[in-house]
């Protein structure tokens, strides 16, 4: 019986995705089905195992290679990865955020894997590719600056173009990072209300003023920060991952530090539009508020702020 079930739902996720793959040709629709696309491997790796899920993923992608273009195979793989992740962590009965993290992780190998094959099958550079659109993108802020301020010099744009083409594509690996955790996020939260409405269940995230990072994070952060200081020489590896390594850091502390604010708010009895408009101001003006908010992260973490509150 629980084979036959297995079997039934696998081919049902099987349709569901060449759907959901038909309709993210579509660029409105894409926007949509990248969340998506994840939850039917969620839902089937949860109910049955992650071998069930694998094999589930080896008979979407030979039958989407024959009936779609490979094209759609880089974005099969990465919501397979995460998924696969996010599903498992949901059958061990982990916390929401242990789920997010193990999700985050599962989208982070999904691009390795799509960017391995795109270069090796579909001879598709796409770190060429991304270099080419901030190269676009920088030269085309440049023009609009120098039409505004014409008092800067030819050599003074192209200084500053320079330094934000390295910039940004140094950061690579923490905008991927970034991408990964909000859509691990985004469908995990599709996920809960999934389950929740077909299995009553009662998955969901706790609220967002009890998230806190273990305090490992400081030292790190601090170890980012030493390393920063010695400097190393431009474009090579350590000064790569130095980078990367702070500025990843350099997030969660203000994820932390954010999470504090609502804690205050809730246990000060503030209105919750406080604290909201205090994130949209640190997002608009964030030149010296996030700064703020990442030490009063710090200050969270490394003080207990939290208990001396209760």
């Given at each position: 019986m629980?084979?036959?079930?297995?079997?039934?739902?696998?081919?049902m996720?099987?349709?569901?995705?060449?759907?959901?793959?038909?309709?993210?040709?579509?660029?409105?629709?894409?926007?949509?089905?990248?969340?998506?696309?994840?939850?039917?491997?969620?839902?089937?790796?949860?109910?049955?195992?992650?071998?069930?899920?694998?094999?589930?993923?080896?008979?979407?992608?030979?039958?989407?290679?024959?009936?779609?273009?490979?094209?759609?195979?880089?974005?099969?793989?990465?919501?397979?990865?995460?998924?696969?992740?996010?599903?498992?962590?949901?059958?061990?009965?982990?916390?929401?955020?242990?789920?997010?993290?193990?999700?985050?992780?599962?989208?982070?190998?999904?691009?390795?894997?799509?960017?391995?094959?795109?270069?090796?099958?579909?001879?598709?550079?796409?770190?060429?590719?991304?270099?080419?659109?901030?190269?676009?993108?920088?030269n085309?802020?440049?023009?609009?600056?120098?039409?505004?301020?014409?008092?800067?010099?030819?050599?003074?744009?192209?200084?500053?173009?320079?330094?934000?083409?390295?910039?940004?594509?140094?950061?690579?690996?923490?905008?991927?990072?970034?991408?990964?955790?909000?859509?691990?996020?985004?469908?995990?939260?599709?996920?809960?209300?999934?389950?929740?409405?077909?299995?009553?269940?009662?998955?969901?995230?706790?609220?967002?003023?009890?998230?806190q990072?273990?305090?490992?994070?400081?030292?790190?952060?601090?170890?980012?920060?030493?390393?920063?200081?010695?400097?190393?020489?431009?474009?090579?590896?350590?000064?790569f991952?130095?980078?990367?390594?702070?500025?990843?850091?350099?997030?969660?502390l203000?994820?932390?530090?954010?999470?504090?604010?609502?804690?205050?708010?809730?246990?000060?009895?503030?209105?919750?539009?406080?604290?909201?408009?205090?994130?949209?101001?640190t997002?608009?003006?964030?030149?010296?508020?996030?700064?703020?908010?990442?030490?009063?992260?710090?200050?969270?973490?490394?003080?207990?702020?939290?208990?001396?509150?209760?």
């Open positions: 629980n084979k036959s079930r297995q079997v039934t739902e696998g081919a996720m099987i349709a569901i995705l060449m759907v959901m793959l038909i309709a993210s040709l579509f660029p409105i629709l894409s926007l949509i089905t990248i969340f998506v696309l994840p939850v039917p491997f969620i839902f089937y790796v949860k109910r049955h195992g992650v071998k069930a899920g694998l094999i589930m993923t080896l008979a979407v992608i030979v039958i989407s290679s024959l009936l779609m273009s490979p094209v759609m195979l880089p974005l099969l793989l990465i919501a397979a990865a995460g998924g696969t992740f996010i599903g498992y962590a949901m059958s061990k009965g982990n916390t929401a955020y242990e789920t997010l993290a193990q999700g985050t992780f599962g989208f982070l190998v999904g691009m390795l894997l799509a960017f391995i094959f795109s270069q090796t099958l579909l001879d598709v550079n796409i770190v060429a590719e991304y270099e080419n659109i901030v190269e676009e993108s920088v085309t802020s440049a023009t609009m600056v120098e039409s505004i301020n014409p008092s800067l010099g030819e050599e003074d744009m192209e200084m500053l173009q320079e330094t934000q083409i390295n910039l940004l594509q140094q950061l690579i690996p923490t905008f991927m990072v970034v991408f990964a955790l909000i859509t691990a996020f985004i469908t995990q939260w599709i996920s809960y209300k999934l389950f929740n409405r077909i299995g009553n269940e009662k998955l969901a995230f706790p609220p967002f003023r009890q998230l990072f273990p305090s490992v994070i400081i030292w790190i952060y601090l170890l980012a920060l030493i390393l920063s200081v010695i400097g190393f020489e431009e474009g090579s590896t350590m000064n991952g130095v980078q990367n390594l702070l500025m990843i850091v350099g997030i969660a203000s994820l932390q530090g954010f999470s504090f604010i609502f804690y205050f708010a809730y246990i000060k009895k503030i209105a919750k539009a406080v604290p909201i408009l205090i994130v949209v101001a997002v608009l003006f964030p030149g010296f508020l996030l700064y703020f908010v990442r030490i009063l992260g710090i200050i969270d973490i490394g003080f207990r702020l939290r208990e001396r509150l209760k």
